[in-house]
């Protein structure tokens, strides 16, 4: 039916061409493109690729592959339109026997999903994806766009681009809660509305894919980039989730609980332990490039030490207000997800050591509201306040040494995984900076 649906809607919005998007390990998005002619075949046979040929996916001897579309994802691009529209639509992978396959992130999500849904919740997270405008046509390459800061009013050039990125997730079927300008020159956030995981995963590849290519329109390069400029804001995804317990007749969100100092339930307190327990082996995948350490530091508002709070925003967990009548609110935001992140791995990687947390009824440790950076070192070692990897190599080491986060991403796409970002960090480490010229090179 679902097929059907679409097909009729295809001819209503007059579309020409179909864009098959789906996203490597790295969550890069990739596309086929097809005439609308070959939809319907698509859709019930899907389409073959060569899967040695994308980051992640298979080896040489076992490269064919194909995608099926998501139907429920169809959705016009605004903006391509010369020769006739064209309508995207977001694929999982299957392997030439016809089963899923074991490097698609957006499998590995649906199997964490499934797994919450066992247990009798739906995992709901809000995202808050930041990036930065720069001009194209600068040498720098981070020249940007404006110079206005946190909630400043945009420039002009600045809002008629927002304006124009949130029309076109209005068009992908994305409502959009609100857009600001962040901290940093050039520097924006946009906001969309809380929901399931796996549909917010596709919204966050979809923001990505409009940001980019509307920027590019107006002569201007949008960036996820986690540290594109040195002592400007990192950008963040800072990510607010629940559960939902999805066992009674009606939904009704297991992390509230009026009686608690921060009105959480013992599941949230639970779901709080796990993620704290398992962090440090997530930030490979949360915070996955060698920049993303560059942003992890202190005095830029990113989080360093591993604490939760409610009303302390140095900490990693936080427990945000929420409107004592909308108990549906009640959430835990985890602030050190970038947005370089694939979102599919990250959320399946957040959920699943949540989960772990709730199964072994884990106790987080206590609160710390003062602000952490505050505190001299022997405070923070009283208080048994441990730290957040300092870069892609530490992280990694965790990776390997946590059962749960490797059985989460599957065998295949562990070593994939591991494969990949080790090459990336052992080039970095062999590069030779600027800033080591300069400190160096004359002293010595």
Request: charged residues 25%; hydrophobic residues 40%; aromatic residues 10%.
């Amino acid at each position: 039916m679902e097929v059907q649906r679409v097909l009729e809607q295809v001819e209503k919005d007059n579309i020409k061409f179909i864009t098959l998007q789906f996203t490597d390990l790295l969550g890069v998005i990739k596309e086929i493109i097809i005439p609308v002619e070959e939809l319907e075949d698509a859709s019930r046979n899907g389409v073959w690729f060569d899967g040695s040929s994308v980051e992640g996916f298979a080896r040489i001897q076992e490269s064919d592959l194909f995608l099926k579309p998501d139907m429920a994802t169809y959705a016009v691009v605004p903006w391509l339109t010369e020769d006739g529209k064209t309508a995207r639509l977001i694929c999982d992978i299957y392997r030439s026997d016809g089963k899923p396959s074991e490097g698609d992130p957006r499998f590995v999500l649906k199997q964490a999903v499934a797994q919450a849904a066992k247990e009798g919740f739906e995992y709901n997270v809000g995202p808050e994806p930041e990036f930065y405008l720069f001009r194209a046509d600068d040498q720098s390459r981070t020249l940007p766009l404006d110079y206005g800061s946190y909630f400043d009013l945009s420039s002009h050039e600045g809002y008629k681009v927002i304006k124009k990125i949130m029309a076109a997730l209005e068009n992908f079927g994305i409502k959009v809660e609100t857009s600001h300008h962040e901290v940093g020159f050039g520097q924006y956030e946009v906001d969309f509305n809380y929901g399931p995981c796996l549909g917010i995963a596709d919204k966050v590849l979809t923001l990505k894919y409009c940001a980019k290519k509307i920027a590019q329109m107006h002569d201007l390069h949008a960036t996820f980039m986690p540290k594109p400029i040195m002592d400007m804001a990192g950008s963040g995804m800072h990510t607010h989730q629940s559960l939902f317990d999805i066992k009674a007749k009606a939904k009704t969100n297991a992390f509230y609980d009026e009686d608690h100092k921060y009105n959480l339930s013992k599941i949230a307190c639970n779901f709080v332990a796990g993620q704290i327990k398992h962090i440090k082996a997530a930030c490979a995948i949360l915070c996955p490039t060698v920049n993303s350490y560059k942003r992890l530091v202190s005095g830029f508002e990113a989080p360093v030490y591993i604490t939760w709070a409610a009303m302390n925003r140095s900490a990693l967990l936080r427990v945000p207000k929420w409107f004592k009548a909308k108990t549906e609110a009640a959430r835990i935001e985890l602030r050190c997800p970038d947005p370089s992140c694939n979102p599919y791995l990250a959320f399946a990687v957040m959920l699943r050591a949540g989960l772990d947390g709730i199964k072994n009824k884990l106790e987080p440790p206590e609160p710390v509201e003062e602000n952490i950076y505050t505190l001299d070192d022997e405070s923070r070692a009283n208080k048994n306040i441990d730290v957040l990897p300092m870069s892609l190599s530490q992280a990694l080491y965790e990776l390997k040494r946590d059962k749960l986060l490797q059985e989460t991403l599957g065998e295949h796409l562990f070593e994939r995984y591991i494969d990949v970002k080790t090459k990336e960090w052992d080039e970095f480490r062999k590069q030779v900076t600027p800033w080591e010229i300069d400190t160096y090179l004359d002293i010595f």
